[in-house]
Every structure is written in structure tokens, then in C-alpha cells.
């Protein structure tokens, strides 16, 4: 069976457009209830700005065989146990009989802070994996096939996040492709060692600029961190799982049907025995 990628390029730019909307929303609230966060952060409180790809997941889940599982999207439902600390909370979980299918974590950044929060938000992912992968080692999810383990990040499109950066190692140089780097690229680079670290299933960096809330506009580094491969990668895993949910289900029925057979020829065999004590036991004649 194809994949089905949910027209997924449309459903980007309308996320795209609805993240910069939900943004300007929000910093308005906020000002008209004259309890206004500062800079930025105004329209990060807001929430839901990410909503737009929650749903883009929903569909890929329930268009490629797991029309029935459960996608768990409320704070109350979001947390996994972890392994270095008690638990951790989740932007969206896909679990279906029992089983953790997928977990996902969405995280976005505009100006004009692009350098604190870079190391911040790379210190997360990476603690985040490795939590995560520790925990799965130690049973926490029960002895289950890997599950899909994503993280999509959405950069602003702008001349500081796209500008070189300086960095200064006293004692040991850098790795050479992070020299004169930009943040945009550091992005592109760390969602390409996510993955290749094993740490993340897929990465990915998706740029917008400020004007892409009427457009939708959105662009990518890469073709390893770009959109298309989370999407493909992430139907691929539900795809596979619904095909081995179903084969074992099938196993369980043959098995349960094999096992009704043998009761029925067992209980006809014993019925036959009594037949045929019955039917050769002598009849006395009286002297």
C-alpha cells in the first residue's frame, strides 16, 4: 500500500500561516488586557501556535492504518516516564493497544535572541533523547518494537538568524562546519546530528519569515531535514506498525480458531470412545 502524505506542502503553509496569526493574536490579547509579556515572549504565552502541525501529524497517523489509535494532544495525557527524572511532557503521543507508536516534540524561535536560545534549545533536544532512549533501554514502555521519536523545529526567516556567527574557543577550535555558521545553519546542523546520532527517528528545521503570516511562506536547508522526510518517515512507521498490529492479530485469531478445532475434534473423540465402550459391551444371555 502507498503511503498517503496528506497533501501535506499545503497543510505546511497554512500551519505556517496560522503559527505567525496565533503569534499577533496573542501579543494583541495580551495588550488589550494590558498584562503584556515582554519582547517576544508575549506571543510564545499565547500557545497553539504550533497547532497547525499537530493536526498535519493527526492526519499522517490516521491516513496510513491507525485510523483507531489514540493521539494524545492535552497537557494531562502528554507525559512519559523518564529515566534521569520522573517524567517528561510530550507536544503530542501516539499510542494504539497499549503501545507507544510516536512521540513528538514541536518547538519554534523568532528574533532577536537567536543565540541563547540556540544552546538552549540544543541542550533540550539532546537531554531529551538521551532521557528518553535510557528509559526505553530500562523497560519503561514495556518490551516494545522502537517507537518514532520526532522533533520539528520552526526558525524564524530573518538577517540575524541568517547571518554569520562568531565563536570564541580559547583552549580547543571548533568543529569546522560550525565556523562563521549562522544560526539557521547550526539548526540544519544539529537536526542532521540528531539523527545520525540516533538520538531522533527524523529532525527538522522549517524557516519562516514574519510576512509568511498572509503567505504561508516557508523554507528548508536540507533534503535530510526538510518537511518531506518527517512526513514520509513518520507515515512509513505508522504504515509498518499497522501492518504488524494487524499480522499479529491475525496470528492470535488463526491460533485462537486452531485451538477451537482441537477442542472440537477432542470432545468428538471422547463422545466416540463412549460410543464405541457402549457399542461392544456383550449382552448376557440368562442361563
Known sequence: MALDLVDYERKAHEAVQAFWGN?????????DSGKADQGERAGVTGGKNMD???????????????????????????????????????????????????????????GPSFGNNFNNRTEEAIGTAHDFWTAYREGAFGKRPRPFVGWLIMVEDAPESRSPVKDTSPHFPVFEEFKGASYL????????????????????????????????EFSEMSAMTGLRTFVTTLAGHIAAESARVKTGFRKELVSDRSKNRKELVSDRSKKLKVDIRTDIIPEISPR
Open 23 to 31: 503569534r499577533e493574536a496573542a501579543k494583541q490579547k495580551q495588550i
Open 52 to 110: 497547525g502541525f499537530m493536526a498535519l501529524i493527526r492526519d499522517i497517523v490516521r491516513t496510513n492504518g491507525l485510523a483507531h489509535a489514540q493521539i494524545h494532544q492535552s497537557k494531562g495525557m502528554l507525559t512519559l516516564p523518564g529515566y534521569f527524572r520522573p517524567t517528561k511532557l510530550w507536544d503530542i503521543l501516539v499510542i494504539h493497544k497499549g503501545e507507544l507508536i510516536a512521540s513528538v516534540e514541536l518547538k519554534s524561535q523568532v
Open 185 to 216: 545553519k547550526r539548526y540544519d546542523l544539529l537536526c542532521q546530528k540528531l539523527v545520525q546520532e540516533q538520538l531522533y527517528t527524523t529532525a527538522t528545521l522549517i524557516m519562516s519569515p514574519r510576512s509568511a503570516a498572509t503567505t504561508g
